[in-house]
Structures are given as C-alpha cells and as structure tokens.
C-alpha cells in the first residue's frame, strides 16, 4: 500500500489504567497512522484527545464509536480498549465495517463465547489480535537468559497485582499466565485439578491447578492480590526460577531482576504493538490473518477458569 494503515482508538482515555495513549503512541512508532479516536462522550473526548497530543498523537475525536465508525475515514483498522463488557458490540461493529483489530484483554466477557467472532473475522479475511503482552516480555528475558528458552518443565508461577477484588482480580489478570502457558506449552493447553484460595476480603487469591499439554503435564500457581505498592509488582517463575518485573524512573524502563541480575528489556506493549503493526501491513497488502485458534482457545480456558472461580465465591 502507498501509505501508513490508518487506525482509530475505541477507548482512547487515560482512565482505570486504560492504555489508549500509550497504544496510540506505539502504533505510530510501529508505522501506523492513528486518524481518529472515541471515548463515551464529548467532555471525555476532549480530555483524551489533550492526552494524545501530549504524546505526539494528533487525531480526530468522536463520542462514541457508533459515531465514529459512521464517517468516513477510510480506517484499516481499530484498536478496541473499552471495558471488557462494551468489546463484544464494540467487535460486532469493526467486523461488520470490515476492520482489522487489536482488543484489549479479555477478548469478551466470561459469559460470551469468542469461537464464532473470532472465526467471522478471520473468514473476512480479517486481522484479529488480542493484547496479551507477556509472551513478548518471556521472549525477551529468554533472549538474554536461555533457562527460560525452553519453558517450564515442571511447575510454572505468575504473582500478579491488579485492581479490585473477587472477580475482577481474574477478569483483569487471567488471560497473561495463559498467554504464556499457551506459549509454553503448545496449542491444545488445559486445566485440570482446579482449586481456589481466596483470603477474607477477597481482594486477593491463589490458583493451583495442573496445566497438561501432549508434551508434559506441569503444577500452576497463579497469585494474584490488589495492593497499593507502585508500580504493581510482577513476577513469573519456571522450575523455581523466578524473574521479578523492575519498573525504573521517569521513563518507565522495563526489566527483569533474576537472581542478582537486571535485565533491561524493551517494553513488551510497545514490542507486542511493534509486532501486530507487522501483522496489519501484511493483511492489508494481502497476505492472510493467522488463524484465530490461539485467540478462541485462550478464550476458551479464561471462561472455564472463571465460571469454576464463580462457584467459590460466597
């Protein structure tokens, strides 16, 4: 093609960690021409538009992405950053304008099945790329430290810190140790001997599960507690190796301390962009989108995991 893809925000303030303008930022680093964006009304729109300026994003503002995606802006593409309950209109509506997407995670809320979605997008031909940024980060830290090349062998740990409390700890958080799980362990991943330890207030829980793949069958623990420490603390472990997420200064350089070593590596949301950014310029000059089975299947294992969690809520 003879110019950038064009994309548009759905969702582009800086609000309850919304990344819109650091997604906006990174598509355009990427090669991409963010043209315009949406939030849920007009004084919204004006303050997520100062906030892409602020980041060298000038585009045009609409209140919602009806309204939006009625003009004609001649998009390639959409990046979906709403909350998880408004992504299944918010998809329903870039699949039927023929769009590309990148969403946010989860992909669709626990109730919402993914299969026929996703395979409506790839069957238009369609780029449909979910924003888990965590294999980008195991792919970096794997680069300089080749103990975590090869996967966990057997047992994996994530300790997460989001917001909120009960449920929302695992709508916010699930989708990146299966992400990398899926990385890890191949294609046809599941779960088995599930089990819940959540403490009184519910604002934080432990996952203890088997994950089995037709490789190996590996023990998971996934810990995951809202705290007030900034920035929110992270770490991944294979084998009892663990590597603790650094966060440094102003510029919110990245990296992972294991054992006694730092390493330095490239933010992985501006990685994972950098790569669907490929992806779009591929599809747009024709190549065909990577089928969405990945996608449906984490998808799949995000909503098993928590229905079962549902149950052992009081």
């Known amino acids: 093609m ?38 849920s009304n007009h004084e919204t729109a004006e303050e997520a538009g100062e906030q892409l300026l602020a980041h060298g994003v000038n585009a045009r503002g609409f209140n919602s992405a009806q309204e939006l995606l009625a003009e004609t802006l001649d998009l390639d593409g959409v990046a979906i950053l709403s909350p998880t309950a408004c992504h299944k209109e918010h998809l329903t509506l870039a699949l039927e304008a023929g769009l590309h997407v990148l969403c946010e995670k989860p992909l669709l809320d626990p ?46 740990s994530m300790g997460l810190a989001p917001e909120g409390r009960a449920l929302v700890l695992l709508q916010e958080s699930l989708s990146h140790p299966i992400s990398i799980l899926q990385e890890c362990l191949g294609p046809d991943l599941d779960f088995t001997d599930i089990s819940w330890d959540w403490n009184l207030d519910q604002s934080a829980v432990n996952l203890s599960c088997n994950a089995h793949s037709s490789e190996r069958v590996i023990s998971v623990r996934i810990e995951l507690a809202c705290t007030d420490i900034r920035p929110r603390p992270a770490w991944i472990e294979f084998d ?29 949301l501006s990685a994972h962009l950098t790569h669907f950014a490929g992806l779009l310029h591929a599809t747009v000059e024709g190549c065909p989108p990577p089928h969405p089975e990945p996608l449906i299947q984490r998808a799949a294992l995000f909503c098993a995991l928590f229905q079962d969690a549902q149950r052992t809520i009081s």
């Open 2 to 39: 003879s110019r950038a893809p064009r994309m548009a925000i759905i969702g582009a303030r800086r609000a309850r960690q919304g990344l819109g303008p650091f997604v906006a930022r990174d598509l355009t680093r990427a090669g991409c021409e963010v043209a315009a964006f949406c939030t």
């Open 240 to 268: 009892h190796l663990r590597a603790e997420r650094e966060v440094h200064g102003e510029d919110y350089s990245i990296g992972f301390r294991v054992e006694e070593r730092l390493i330095p590596i490239l933010d992985p």
């Open 111 to 156: 109730d919402s099945p993914a299969s026929d979605l996703a395979l409506g997008f790839h069957e238009r031909g369609l780029l449909l790329v979910e924003n888990c940024q965590w294999p980008a980060a195991l792919t970096a830290l794997a680069k300089e430290d080749e103990r975590f090349a090869h996967g966990p062998q057997e047992s994996f």
